[in-house]
């Protein structure tokens, strides 16, 4: 995210270019230096939530492998909070299967939006180079 400074944060130096004064660029150095912490812990929650819905992925295609042994009139059971109800296997393997797939799902969006917070860190920590390096370049 660029900010628009006003112009009249721009002083002209003496061969006519212009420059920011120290003020505004501290300013902009703490506003980009927020941003890079933020992208970091939001890519720290990213990456648990993926991790968490792998997880998730690995154990419904493992029980859906294990129950595609089972013989087609066995009855399965489903935890429901305390109690247990009995579902055929094609019920359970229909769960399954819809479980996967918004499983699937859900990891691939997590994984795009990994993928767009490092690039934005990235960004940001080239940004703050930049002005430390005084090319502030922030475009």
Do not use: C, W
């Not at 505004?24 to 703490?30: D, N, S, T, V």
């Amino acid at each position: 995210m660029v900010r628009i400074l006003p112009l009249n944060t721009f002083i002209r130096s003496t061969d006519n270019t212009m420059s920011i004064s120290n003020e505004a660029l501290e300013k902009l150095l703490r506003e980009v230096e927020t941003q890079a912490i933020a992208a970091q812990q939001q890519i720290s929650l990213v990456r648990t939530q993926q991790a968490s819905k792998q997880r998730e992925l690995r154990m419904a295609q493992l029980t859906r492998t294990e129950m595609a042994s089972l013989p087609s009139d066995t009855n399965v059971y489903e935890g429901v909070g305390k109690m247990f109800v009995a579902l055929p296997v094609s019920g359970m393997k229909g769960k399954l299967e819809t479980q996967i797939k918004e499983a699937e799902g859900e990891v691939d969006g997590l994984g795009k939006r990994l993928h767009y917070l490092e690039v934005s860190q990235k960004n940001s920590k080239d940004q703050i180079d930049r002005m430390l390096r005084g090319g502030v370049g922030a475009s």
